[in-house]
């Protein structure tokens, strides 16, 4: 490869500031201009488990992306939640563990929230019982799968609520779902054995 030669250089003048006495100071220094380069967004790699559906999960980040939540925080986040690390404590805002169209479900006319039982957390309450409660008194809204999850938070309170809420956004889409996190946060199983079936062992 040949080098390009330049014909007849001209020579370049460098403006010069003189003093009141005719001698000559130093060169004004000239200010560097760089052209200015887009900077190109790069791509944020999305770990999908075995497990996981991966439609689903580009579906969720082309969501996030579309609704501007790409800032640094929203994809940490959005990384640690995928991997099964829980930063619910760490939002400033609550955003429900249930699905955007569970929430969006409304009551047909003339429905009413009837009144639940409400479900502490503590060692001596079951979960089967309180699931088994809550659809009796849920009557026809058991009927219906959304508003069947959209209503059982209000089954909750103090403890159980508050875990409820540390639960990943958007990460419940059916009722299988909830009641298997319910489950898995609270159910305690048969603990207090008898001395007449200690017996008969």
């Known amino acids: ?32 201009v760089e052209p200015k380069v887009p900077r190109v967004q790069e791509r944020v790699p999305i770990l999908v488990e075995r497990n996981q559906d991966p439609d689903q999960i580009i579906r969720q980040a082309q969501q996030i992306n579309l609704e501007g939540k790409n800032n640094i925080a929203n994809v940490v986040e959005t990384l640690f939640t995928q991997n099964g690390f829980n930063l ?18 409304e009551l047909p006319r003339g429905w009413k929230i009837p009144k639940f039982t409400k479900f502490v957390g503590e060692t001596n309450e079951s979960t089967v019982e309180h699931i088994s409660r809550y659809l009796i008194e849920a009557g026809d809204i058991a009927n219906n799968e959304n508003l069947r999850m959209k209503y059982f938070p209000s089954s909750l309170t103090k403890n159980a609520f508050t875990l409820y809420t540390t639960l990943p956004p958007g990460s419940i889409f059916t009722w299988s779902q909830l009641e298997k996190a319910f489950h898995e946060q609270f159910y305690m199983g048969q603990s207090k054995i008898s001395l007449k079936e200690l017996a008969t062992v």
């Open 1 to 32: 490869m040949q080098t390009p030669q330049v014909q007849n250089p001209r020579p370049v003048e460098v403006p010069v500031n003189s003093s009141n006495d005719g001698n000559l100071v130093n060169p004004i220094p000239q200010p560097v």
């Open 88 to 105: 619910g404590l760490h939002r400033s805002n609550f955003v429900s563990p249930l699905s955007e169209y569970v929430t969006m479900e």
